[in-house]
């Protein structure tokens, strides 16, 4: 399948600490970007896929930081400048070697003020995959609205839809987002989600079961992500699976961003469901070996050289 992935949503200026720590000791911060639908976009641009990504930002230097650093990735970049509001932000600590916090200051950002008019006339259409989140539904009314009818043109012109749960406690409880992500859910032909959010999604439904309710309202693949595990795809009558692979992780945000943009990227170029799988799995592992959201998305050549099992660190 050849053309081009679209894909929307808000992307953030992201402050990091540098230190192991809490923020409120710490002597330096680093700054950069993220977003889950454009560090899919960067992965998959990564791996040689055209990709389009969309998304408001503020009339501020950190949109303008936004909008660089996605498209000195190669990504082509709508970037909707929004003077009303500014771009979003988030901070992110590791108050200790084995946990991570991220706190979000989006409320009435630029990127939450996302509406059906921003989606061009043909963008959808003329794509050869829809891309998108549950994240970006539960930022407000409006966007959730866009993201209905990114979805409503995707099906209307036969575009399959990819569709990753990644379900933000913090954006809206568990109640409320239910029935939003769960239609998405039914009416995407790829579905990525971990154990907890499906079970976030069909609380009433057997884990067993879950998938083949999907499969019968037109999902063609149910991509389980196990984390640690591995993860395994649903399709047809089968269940492939592919195991984790051992590393000791440095910072595991954004890893399930460059496991979608893996799978997504051997889906579009034909791979078998295990080869995709394979590729997931590496493209995740290796996005956790560097500090950052999208950084360590690997190219092509890195990720023949990981699959590879090169045991020297050094390349020579």
Same mark, same amino acid.
């Given at each position: 399948m050849t053309g081009t992935v679209v894909t929307f949503g808000e992307t953030m200026a992201l402050v990091r600490a540098t230190d192991i720590g809490s923020l409120q000791h +710490?002597?330096?911060?680093?700054?950069?970007?993220?977003g889950a639908e454009s560090n899919v976009a960067v992965g998959l641009r990564r791996l040689d896929v055209a990709v389009s990504w969309l998304g408001r930002v503020g009339d501020d230097s950190l949109g303008a930081r936004v909008a660089r650093e996605i498209r000195a990735e190669g990504v082509d970049v709508h970037a909707i400048v929004d003077g009303g509001a500014p771009t979003g932000l988030m901070l992110k600590e590791r108050p200790s070697v084995a946990a991570t916090a991220v706190h979000y200051y989006r409320a009435g950002s630029a990127g939450?003020?996302?509406?059906?008019?921003?989606?061009?006339?043909?963008?959808?259409?003329? +794509?050869?995959?829809?891309?998108?989140?549950?994240?970006?539904?539960?930022?407000?009314?409006s966007a959730r609205a866009a993201t209905t009818a990114a979805v409503d043109r995707a099906v209307a012109a036969g575009i399959p839809v990819s569709f990753d749960i990644n379900y933000r406690s913090k954006l809206a409880a568990p109640?409320?987002?239910?029935?939003?992500?769960?239609?998405?859910?039914?009416?995407?032909?790829?579905?990525?989600?971990?154990?907890?959010e499906f079970a976030l999604l069909f609380p009433d439904t057997p884990s067993p079961d879950v998938a083949a309710h999907l499969r019968s309202?037109?999902?063609?693949?149910?991509?389980?992500?196990?984390?640690e595990r591995g993860a395994e795809v649903h399709h047809g009558d089968h269940v492939s699976a592919a195991p984790g692979i051992p590393i000791t992780p440095l910072d595991?945000?954004? +890893?399930?961003?460059a496991f979608v943009a893996g799978y997504l990227s051997g889906?579009?170029?034909g791979l078998a469901v295990e080869d995709s799988l394979i590729r997931a799995n590496a493209c995740g592992a290796l996005a956790c070996l560097v500090p950052g959201d999208w950084e360590a998305a690997p190219t092509r050549r890195e990720l023949q050289r990981f699959l590879g099992g090169a045991g020297d660190p050094v390349s020579r």
């Open positions: +710490a002597s330096s911060l680093t700054l950069g970007v993220g939450s003020r996302l509406r059906p008019e921003d989606l061009p006339e043909g963008w959808i259409e003329s +794509a050869a995959l829809l891309h998108v989140t549950g994240i970006t539904p539960l930022l407000s009314e109640d409320l987002a239910r029935p939003v992500l769960r239609e998405l859910a039914e009416r995407a032909d790829i579905v990525f989600g971990g154990e907890d309202t037109g999902c063609a693949q149910v991509v389980v992500k196990l984390g595991t945000v954004g +890893a399930g961003d889906h579009l170029e």
